[in-house]
């Protein structure tokens, strides 16, 4: 995410038309509101959906059930903590518990100084060196409380 700009309906409905006649048009746009703004503004949901003539319903869905994609604006550093089977099995509800203390946020949240979003994910691909993370576009396997804190620490708590 780089060089996002606040949120402008025109330059929407320009990312709605540019990409409107593609098949399954629904996701290319979704990626490019979220490259444009860093997030899928909430306003945009109904214009996609009467362009696109789905529901808002449709739109949401789809909006909310990508982890990659967000309905509000990320802090600058994103710790992605997987929650799936196989990071659950190896003890990442723990070092979620833990990160949303030392945070004061929940999953889903952003610190109110707008440093750090925590967010929740099914599946970072790291099953084998269970539980996993993300920050940024770097993935750490074996998390411990050691690597957590390094994790906070360099994010900027």
């Not at 409905?13 to 899928?40: K, S, T």
Request: contains cysteine; charged residues 20%; negative net charge.
């Amino acid at each position: 995410m780089t060089n996002v700009e606040p949120w402008n309906e025109t330059q929407a409905r320009a990312i709605i038309e540019a990409h409107a006649a593609l098949d399954g048009a629904l996701l290319p746009i979704l990626h490019a509101m979220n490259d444009q703004f860093g997030y899928v503004p909430r306003d945009a949901i109904p214009l996609i959906a009467d362009m696109l003539n789905l529901s808002r319903a449709e739109v949401h869905g789809v909006a909310t059930f990508y982890h990659d994609f967000r309905t509000e604006p990320a802090g600058r550093s994103v710790i992605k903590i997987c929650r799936a089977e196989a990071c659950q099995a190896m003890g990442c509800e723990p070092l979620v518990a833990r990160a949303e203390s030392q945070l004061g946020i929940s999953c889903g949240e952003t610190t109110p100084d707008g440093r750090i979003s925590l967010q929740a994910v099914y599946c970072l691909g790291l099953c084998a060196t269970a539980p996993a993370a993300m920050i940024e576009d770097r993935v750490v396997g074996r998390l411990t409380d050691e690597k957590l804190e390094h994790l906070l620490l360099e994010s900027g708590r």
